[in-house]
């Protein structure tokens, strides 16, 4: 580790994590699981137990990983099917403190 960072890993599918989920004006906020994934939408379990579809292009996500970090990422970059981000994961996601 150099200058205080450490190497956090990046998720290549978002099922399965917790997300807090921001429009991109900042008028409506979900939080919950990631229950489905497909190239344009996001399937959230929120806390309450309602199921929401959300399109990726409409909002932020901010996913905390297993580790405890947090990272976020606006979901015009994480349009397409999980396996086609894996090359451009570096460039789109940021660590949120």
């Known amino acids: 580790m150099q200058g205080g960072t450490r190497r956090i890993r990046i998720p290549i599918s978002l099922v399965g994590y917790k997300a807090r989920v921001v429009s991109l004006d900042g008028s409506r906020v979900f939080s919950g699981t ?3 994934e497909t ?4 399937w959230l379990r929120t806390e309450d137990g309602k199921v929401v579809r959300l ?3 409409g909002f ?3 996913i905390t990983l ?3 970090e947090r990272i976020g990422a606006d979901g015009r970059y994480l349009i397409g099917r ?3 981000r894996v090359r451009a994961q570096k460039r789109m ?5």
């Open 34 to 36: 990631v229950i489905e």
């Open 39 to 42: 190239k344009n939408m996001i």
């Open 55 to 57: 399109p990726k292009a």
């Open 60 to 62: 932020r996500l901010i």
């Open 66 to 68: 297993t580790e405890g």
């Open 82 to 84: 999980p396996a086609d």
């Open 93 to 97: 996601w940021i660590k949120v403190t």
